[in-house]
């Protein structure tokens, strides 16, 4: 098991290998969480946690509803070649 050492500073470095494991580069933000048994470290996510609730309507989309089979890439393709011939 890696072990690593508290500086005077507080500081303490993590052991590469589980950076490489975790995908952490320098800058990454970590969360530190107390817990009974001692602390646990939590890569930040970029974004704040978020709900579809309060994502819909965030784009401008003011057409009839279209099924998610039709937004696959082949149908979506097809729709996209229909529109430029339509708009010639």
């Known amino acids: 098991m890696p072990t690593t050492r508290l500086?005077?500073?507080g500081q303490?470095?993590?052991p590469k290998a589980i950076r490489d494991a975790h995908r952490w580069r320098p800058g990454q933000e970590l969360e530190v969480i107390d817990?009974?048994?001692g602390i646990v470290l939590r890569?930040?996510?970029p974004f704040p946690a978020?709900?579809?609730d309060?994502?819909?309507g965030?784009?401008?989309y003011d057409g009839p509803p279209v099924p998610t089979?039709?937004?696959s890439g082949t149908e979506a393709m097809k729709r996209r070649m229909e529109h430029a011939e339509d708009t010639r």
């Open 69 to 71: 089979e039709q937004l």
């Open 7 to 9: 500086s005077s500073k």
């Open 58 to 60: 965030c784009l401008d």
């Open 35 to 37: 817990t009974e048994d």
């Open 12 to 14: 303490i470095v993590i």
């Open 43 to 45: 890569a930040r996510t």
């Open 54 to 56: 309060a994502a819909y």
């Open 50 to 52: 978020t709900t579809l």
